[in-house]
């Protein structure tokens, strides 16, 4: 993929998790990808932050997107190249501080293989 697709695809990215969309965000994933966050570490310590595959990430955004129905991101920049996109942005939630936050996602034939969250 090219830089121009994988910006499209962060684009979409941000557009599906601040409607809450899904089936739109896990579209834009392959069956097999992984996440790793922070929050995960904390929320289900299990996990040791990483889950694998798309019934995993429908049910951890499906409970954050539940738990926190003002939650949206904030795009501060995105950075692609032709196998990842650098997305830096700024977590909003009501009643919250605000949280800025990176994150990488690595992407093959047009969809997302892994994400990986950094914040403090």
Same mark, same amino acid.
């Given at each position: 993929?090219?830089?121009?697709?994988?910006?499209?695809?962060?684009?979409?990215?941000?557009?599906?998790?601040?409607?809450?969309?899904?089936?739109?965000?896990?579209? !834009?994933?392959? #069956?097999?990808? /992984?996440? %790793?966050?922070?929050?995960?570490?904390?929320?289900?310590? +299990?996990?040791?932050?990483?889950?694998?595959?798309?019934?995993?990430?429908?049910?951890?955004?499906?409970?954050?997107?539940?738990?926190?129905?003002?939650?949206?991101?904030?795009?501060?920049? !995105?950075?692609? #190249?032709?196998? /990842?996109? %650098?997305?830096?942005?700024?977590?909003?939630?009501?009643? +919250?501080?605000?949280?800025?936050?990176?994150?990488?996602?690595?992407?093959?034939?047009?969809?997302?293989?892994?994400?990986?969250?950094?914040?403090?």
């Amino acid at each position: 993929m090219s830089a121009p697709n994988n910006r499209a695809i962060a684009i979409a990215w941000f557009a599906a998790f601040n409607a809450h969309d899904l089936k739109a965000l896990l579209a !834009l994933y392959h #069956d097999n990808a /992984q996440h %790793f966050s922070p929050k995960l570490k904390v929320r289900r310590p +299990e996990t040791n932050g990483l889950i694998h595959g798309k019934e995993a990430l429908r049910m951890w955004w499906r409970d954050a997107f539940d738990r926190l129905p003002t939650l949206r991101y904030e795009v501060v920049k !995105l950075t692609a #190249d032709d196998d /990842q996109v %650098f997305m830096e942005y700024i977590r909003h939630v009501e009643g +919250e501080g605000d949280l800025r936050v990176g994150e990488v996602l690595e992407i093959r034939d047009g969809m997302i293989m892994a994400s990986r969250v950094y914040h403090g």
